[in-house]
């Protein structure tokens, strides 16, 4: 019989879940059986509650993989606009001490179509008239809305967004050199830490799975990985306050009259991660106090996302990539799939650990999901097969080696496709100087050997910074393969070859492109 362990059971008397249906011996079974289908809508929330409430504590419940694929996707399957799935943030438990917020941060009201903003400028009108303003010169302002990590700033704390109304001090990322984007100043109020797109495909993207991972890591950590913290003397992450963000600005017809051009240009405003575009009344705030907000959102704004479309896809079979670190990224080849506008045929699947627990392989069945012009992702699994998992690497023919939920190819010195991926990497990265273009990087394996780079250390992306799928979660550590790893990273350490931290005019190299199939090239 499942049972919880007696640390998980006095967390869940502290995390203080107002009336919990669920008995800790129910809330054991489910996590067993991981089978959400036979759920009612009000055990699938508490139980996610009670996940979410542990994970946050550091006693994880269930693995990330079962918490997004099953239960969280069986709500969004329910539910698509449950408000769980709109307030909880992910959000990595910061370490410090918890303080009230200044000022309550808000989560914003959504909508995923232009009538839903119709109808939000609407309600804006009939307040309008209940305040004889004259609605049709009221002006709208329209801001980027950043997909990073919320923070509030004032001027002598930053503290995380926690729920809302309690966060947590986390002022020593300004001690670390973390610059405010925009005007530079302290103390503007509510914004989200963010990093350059351009930066984190450019040198971040081989050490952090994605941009989320990277900000956690940036505010989490003890002592700062190297790469968290050259992006932050780069200035390619920073806390950008929203009252500095590049704004549109109209009024309610013009929002209308060209609203597709609106969003398209707010969204490509910054070069940060975006994930839908804020409207909000400005210049009114006689009326904004008129409106003003329920316990979730204030009604003065309202954010537009754009619609998520899903596809249930069969997998042709799972080819393995070895990148510059040596390590072995799994791309799922799918059957053609139109979705979003595009014609999809490749997905990454993040790692073979997630490969191996969800079952993909030849034939599985996946759900894939697109958002507007994001990569597409493998959402879940619905019919697992045999996991495909390569013994060997794709490229040198090497014995693979497992640490945590990553393969390794260790032949670091001689694996074309770690020699060929960095030096690929290392002209990418002076693609503006005469002579490193697009065609002589073709050439480069002949140049590598004219140069004499063959024993530079493609290994060096390994030294530090992989993993962090799991960087909060408890993980047995010291097996053989760990051990291999570690001694690969010293060995990596030793390398010849540094990459060069120069930001300033790595910042205008190319960004990787997702390529016509929708497939991210990140690590080519
Ligand atoms: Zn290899």
Redesign the pocket.
């Known amino acids: 019989m499942p049972s919880l362990s007696n640390t998980q059971l006095e967390l869940l008397k502290e995390a203080d879940l107002e009336s919990l249906h669920l008995s800790p011996e129910l809330i054991a079974q489910i996590a067993t059986l991981a089978d959400p289908q036979q759920l009612t809508d009000e055990q699938l929330l508490e139980f996610l509650q009670v996940c979410n409430a542990l994970y946050r504590s550091g006693e994880p419940l269930i693995s990330d993989a079962d918490y997004d694929f099953i239960f969280l996707a069986e709500l969004q399957k329910r539910h698509p606009h449950h408000p769980y799935l709109e307030t909880v943030e992910p959000e990595v438990v910061a370490v410090g001490k918890t303080v009230a917020l200044p000022e309550p941060m808000l989560s914003t009201e959504k909508t995923y179509s232009q009538s839903g903003i119709e109808k939000w400028l609407s309600r804006l009108e009939k307040a309008a008239e209940d305040c004889d303003a004259d609605f049709s010169t009221l002006m709208i302002r329209a801001t980027p809305k950043l997909d990073g990590y919320a923070a509030y700033d004032d001027g002598k704390l930053l503290y995380t967004r926690g729920d809302g109304r309690k966060g947590t001090d986390i002022s020593r990322v300004f001690e670390r050199g973390l610059k405010v984007g925009g005007n530079g100043k302290r103390g503007q109020g509510a914004g989200e830490i963010v990093v350059s797109q351009t930066y984190f495909n450019n040198h971040l993207a081989e050490y952090f799975e994605n941009s989320r991972n990277f900000q956690a890591s940036i505010i989490k950590e003890k002592d700062l990985e190297q790469h968290a913290l050259e992006a932050i003397q780069n200035h390619a992450a920073v806390f950008f306050p929203f009252s500095q963000l590049p704004a549109w600005q109209g009024t309610s017809a013009e929002v209308l009259a060209d609203f597709d051009h609106v969003i398209e240009t707010v969204y490509t405003s910054v070069d940060y991660d975006v994930d839908g575009v804020v409207f909000e009344l400005v210049g009114n705030d006689q009326l904004k106090q008129y409106l003003g907000a329920t316990r979730h959102h204030h009604r003065w704004q309202i954010a537009y996302k754009s619609n998520v479309e899903t596809a249930e896809v069969i997998v042709l079979k799972v080819t393995p990539q ?1 990148s510059r670190s040596g390590r072995v990224n799994p791309v799922a080849e799918l059957t053609p799939t139109k979705l979003s506008g595009a014609v999809i045929s490749r997905a990454t699947a993040h790692h073979y650990g997630m490969v191996k627990e969800l079952g993909i392989g030849v034939g599985t069945l996946i759900e894939l999901t697109r958002s507007g012009l994001v990569i597409p992702k493998i959402e879940r699994v619905i019919i697992p097969k045999e996991p495909q998992i390569p013994e060997h ?1 794709p ?2 023919g ?1 014995e693979l080696v497992w640490d945590s939920d990553y393969l390794y ?1 260790l ?1 670091t010195t001689k ?1 074309p ?2 020699i060929e991926n960095t030096i690929e990497h290392f002209f990418r990265t002076l693609a503006n100087v005469d002579g490193f273009g697009q065609k002589n990087r073709r050439k480069t394996p002949r140049l590598r050997h004219q140069l004499g780079l063959c024993r530079l250390s493609a290994g060096h992306g390994a030294i530090a910074g992989h993993g962090l799928w799991r960087q909060n979660r408890a993980k047995p550590a010291g097996s053989i393969a760990t051990q291999q790893i570690r001694i690969h990273r010293r060995l990596a350490l030793s390398g010849r070859f540094r990459h060069s931290p120069d930001g300033a005019g790595q910042l205008r190299a190319p960004a990787s492109t997702p390529s016509p199939d929708g497939y991210f090239q990140s690590d080519r």
């Open positions: 070895t690497c490229s040198c090497s190819c032949n694996c496709a770690q």
